[in-house]
């Protein structure tokens, strides 16, 4: 059985850092794209960032590129995600997402087969 556990969210005070770890279990990712998602109260599941396979290739939502780092390591079948200088507006579960793959122009086809549970990260103002 696939199994994706997301931990390292927690309550964090604004313009502070919080990492995100996704581990993969029952299947190795090592060849697929993974992503992050996140999701606010009464809002859509959107898009954070993704990486391809090999780690060469990262892409980032608008409104967290230059403070948030995705990253993976493929021996653990793990991928992470560096959350710097946060904002209230950052406030949201995360999920991680395997088996996509990366498409043209910054945009990540994600599998809706393999989701984490989701952590919760809540930035205080």
């Known amino acids: 059985q696939v199994q994706l556990v997301e931990s390292g969210g927690g309550l964090v005070q604004a313009g502070g850092s919080l990492r995100l770890s996704c581990a993969a279990s029952?299947?190795?990712?090592?060849?697929?794209?993974m992503g992050w998602f996140r999701q606010a109260p009464g809002k859509e599941r959107e898009f954070v960032a993704a990486?391809?396979?090999?780690?060469?290739?990262?892409y980032y939502a608008d409104s967290v590129k230059g403070r948030f780092t995705i990253s993976r390591d493929n021996a653990k079948n793990t991928v992470y995600l560096q959350m710097n200088s946060l904002k209230p507006e950052d406030t949201a579960v995360y999920y991680c997402?395997?088996?996509?793959?990366?498409?043209?122009?910054?945009?990540?086809?994600?599998?809706?087969?393999?989701w984490g549970q989701g952590t919760q990260v809540t930035v205080s103002s």
């Open positions: 990486i391809s396979w090999s780690g060469g290739s990262t």
């Open positions: 997402n395997a088996g996509g793959r990366l498409g043209p122009s910054g945009s990540y086809y994600y599998d809706d087969d393999y």
């Open positions: 029952g299947r190795t990712f090592s060849s697929y794209a």
